[in-house]
């Protein structure tokens, strides 16, 4: 594949040119600053989904499709000239020339091992696009990203089928389709709004990039980035999507649905996916939660009584609130309350007890 890696920090350089780290411990998309990006874990992200739909006994995978499709389109129109897609609708241009771009874009940012099987456009119903995955990164949100890329190349909005062809081979199907709506109203994200922090992330001195970021290796040709560090592996998505997802089931099925998401986090934590020291150094958390666009750390603090921690600009807040609960269980051993208030300006603080010391936390 051929794409630019730095020299010094070895981070491809449409990684980083393409996103831009910000001083409130943000991440934007540089041709869509309304839109904020998390390099995150993602190998949590299928077992989090299933674990909420076990909870709610409704599979949310439908809702984590179109959303995410959603999302990448808006980011991926930003990409393609209007000039270039109208030839495409004309059919004066064939799809088919952005599909290496695409396929490469995706492999950069940890999508896995992307392969174009077949296609058919004619701009009628029997159009169709096949694309097969090696490792994707999450079943449900690949296919969201294949429809979302075809919609902001091809216009209009598609449908996707998908199926695991191998061990960790899946085939995706696009198809047209209409979206209700019901449905189109309740999928916008919230423009990304910048409020200025204190986070001042040392910089590669050759490229620019997060120095942090070498902490992490590419494997350009299976799609993978992987830390050297944790093993886990890595990817660069709109932690905003994943909110409007659970906004959504909120909006749908009733104001416990944020329990759920904390509650299903928290289980898939205490399985041993995180470590509890990788939040007992308040200055490196506070630069692993910048690298990954999740916000600014601005207190933490954990002994046998409790756990606090507030964040600024905080994403993919649900997610933390589980995570931070699993692991304080895990270290003390413990059951535990978790009490969480995110601000208007988008600022979390929560706390962590033992069960048994009290049945509410005053925030």
């Avoid at 994200?189 to 997060?210: F, Q, S, V």
Wanted: contains cysteine; proline residues 5%; negative net charge.
């Amino acid at each position: 594949m051929d794409v630019v890696i730095c020299p010094e920090c070895k981070v491809p350089e449409p990684f980083n040119q393409g996103q831009e780290w910000l001083n409130n411990g943000d991440i934007i998309q540089r041709v869509n600053p309304e839109a904020r990006a998390g390099f995150i874990e993602c190998e949590n992200l299928d077992p989090l989904f299933k674990n909420i739909g076990d909870i709610i006994g409704v599979s949310i995978e439908s809702m984590v499709v179109n959303i995410t499709a959603r999302g990448i389109e808006t980011y991926m129109s930003k990409l393609v000239p209007p000039e270039v897609k109208k030839l495409v609708e004309a059919k004066q241009m064939n799809p088919e020339v952005f599909t290496d771009p695409i396929m490469t874009y995706c492999h950069i940012m940890g999508y896995g091992k992307y392969e174009s099987v077949d296609s058919r456009y004619e701009r009628d119903e029997d159009d169709y696009s096949i694309f097969r995955i090696l490792e994707p990164f999450s079943v449900p949100e690949a296919a969201g990203s294949l429809v979302g890329a075809v919609s902001a190349v091809v216009g209009g909005e598609h449908a996707v089928t998908y199926k695991e062809v191998s061990p960790g081979l899946y085939e995706f199907i696009t198809t047209w389709t209409e979206y209700p709506e019901v449905l189109v109203e309740r999928l916008k994200p919230t423009p990304y709004r910048h409020r200025d922090g204190d986070i001042d992330l040392e910089r590669c001195a050759t490229c620019g990039a997060p120095a942090a970021l070498s902490e992490f290796k590419w494997f350009l040709d299976k799609g993978l980035i992987v830390s050297r560090h944790t093993g886990r592996r890595m990817a660069l998505l709109g932690t905003e999507l994943l909110d409007v997802v659970f906004k959504a089931l909120e909006a749908e099925l009733g104001e416990t649905i944020p329990n759920v998401v904390v509650e299903a986090q928290r289980r898939f934590v205490k399985g041993g996916f995180y470590s509890i020291n990788e939040i007992s150094d308040e200055g490196d958390f506070r630069t692993q939660l910048a690298v990954r666009g999740m916000g600014n750390l601005r207190e933490i603090s954990m002994d046998s009584r409790g756990m606090h921690l507030r964040i600024d600009s905080a994403a993919g807040y649900l997610m933390t609130v589980g995570m931070v609960q699993g692991l304080f269980e895990m270290a003390l051993d413990v059951d535990s309350h978790v009490n969480w208030e995110l601000t208007d300006s988008g600022d979390l603080e929560l706390e962590v007890i033992p069960r048994g010391t009290r049945e509410t936390v005053d925030i």
